[in-house]
């Protein structure tokens, strides 16, 4: 079992940054490849970015694609999501979520916990 915490979130003006955190704990996190995810009211949970288990592969949706990086410090137990240019379309809740894959995954029913997600709003 891995426990995952995020936070980072909060109110930003389009154009902004922030960088989002999710502190795991319980099993090995560097035995888990990590994503982030979110939700916007009345949508479905999407795919965001996903990383290795070493931090070497990443991959992107390609509406966050030069914006956003994921990255991860598994000497400090955590996943890091960091957006830069947020734009009022990015306002959503955001999930941090690891997979017992060995690969990177974008697909959500692969990924077996979830944190309980962090509110992003970019007002415009």
């Known amino acids: 079992q891995v426990q995952l915490v995020e936070s980072g979130g909060g109110l930003v003006q389009a154009g902004g940054s922030l960088r989002l955190s999710c502190a795991a704990s319980?099993?090995?996190?560097?035995?888990?490849?990590m994503g982030w995810f979110r939700q916007a009211p009345g949508k479905e949970r999407e795919f965001v970015a996903t990383?290795?288990?070493?931090?070497?592969?990443?991959s992107y949706v390609d509406f966050v694609k030069g914006r956003f990086t994921i990255s991860r410090d598994n000497a400090k137990n955590t996943l890091y999501l960091q957006m830069n240019n947020l734009k009022p379309e990015d306002t959503a809740v955001y999930y941090c979520?690891?997979?017992?894959?060995?690969?990177?995954?974008?697909?959500?029913?692969?990924?077996?916990?979830w944190g309980q997600g962090t509110q992003v709003t970019v007002s415009s």
């Open positions: 990383i290795s288990t070493s931090g070497a592969q990443t």
């Open positions: 319980g099993r090995t996190f560097s035995n888990y490849a």
């Open positions: 979520a690891a997979t017992r894959n060995l690969w990177i995954t974008m697909a959500r029913n692969a990924y077996a916990y």
